[in-house]
């Protein structure tokens, strides 16, 4: 089975609308994203619509539970409290109890998803050190984990020196972010992985980023929020 994943798309809707136009090219056969629907863009509504209807499994991320329901909002950095206080008041309810059901973890395709971290999915840790790394495997049972969350593509293996995955080890691998990367690349990411030979292909998709931009000043959010989208970071 061929699965896309996708995460953290931050409600701009140009990066989704190309990231699905590649997912249709590809024809895969299920898309899976790692939460982070909502939060720091302009539309939140079209992109929930997009995600409701083309997603097979959706994990909860930070901003999701932020916007649907408050809690964390004061953990966001400033601009990121505007934007879900934004989001929040231009959503249904429909769609803002949508997110909020989503669940922290959830295996999918024989992969596991979660947002953030396998180990205490509700904490929001970045797998930021090799010991960190280490003791998330303990967390799943499934040879592969996509995480999203600090929106840097990277694999991580269960063992040194096994650098691309390869079936007999287990990974968790991140698959970046759609609506805004922070690797110094501004085209949106979408991963490809095939669940039998475990091959792993990370794709970057340009995007009309002066949309995305236009839209954030449209809906008055701060403008910091569409510079990084043209530096990548």
């Not at 699965?3 to 590649?22: G, V």
């Not at 966001?76 to 505007?82: F, S, T, Y």
Request: hydrophobic fraction near 40%; glycine fraction near 8%; charged fraction near 25%.
């Amino acid at each position: 089975m061929r699965l896309a994943l996708i995460s953290d798309i931050h409600s701009n809707l140009p990066a989704l609308e190309a990231a699905m136009a590649d997912v249709d090219r590809e024809r895969p056969d299920a898309v899976l994203c790692m939460g982070d629907v909502v939060g720091y863009g302009a539309d939140p509504g079209p992109c929930v619509a997009i995600v409701r209807e083309r997603c097979d499994a959706v994990v909860l991320g930070n901003h999701d539970l932020a916007v649907a329901t408050g809690d964390g909002i004061d953990l966001l950095p400033p601009d990121g409290q505007i934007a879900a206080e934004h989001n929040a008041d231009v959503l249904s309810e429909s769609d803002l109890a949508w997110l909020a059901e989503r669940p922290l973890t959830s295996v999918s395709h024989g992969v596991t998803m979660v947002h953030a971290s396998p180990q205490l999915p509700e904490r929001w840790m970045r797998i930021e050190s090799f010991f960190l790394a280490q003791e998330q495997f303990r967390h799943f049972e499934t040879d592969i984990c996509f995480v999203g969350h600090t929106h840097m593509p990277g694999v991580l293996s269960e063992k040194l020196g096994v650098l691309r995955p390869r079936p007999g080890h287990r990974f968790i691998i991140n698959t970046g972010s759609v609506g805004q990367p922070r690797d110094g690349d501004p085209r949106a990411c979408v991963g490809y992985f095939d669940t039998e030979t475990f091959a792993f292909d990370l794709k970057r998709i340009p995007y009309n980023v002066d949309r995305a931009r236009q839209r954030i000043r449209e809906e008055e959010l701060p403008s910091s929020l569409g510079r990084r989208l043209e530096r990548g970071n």
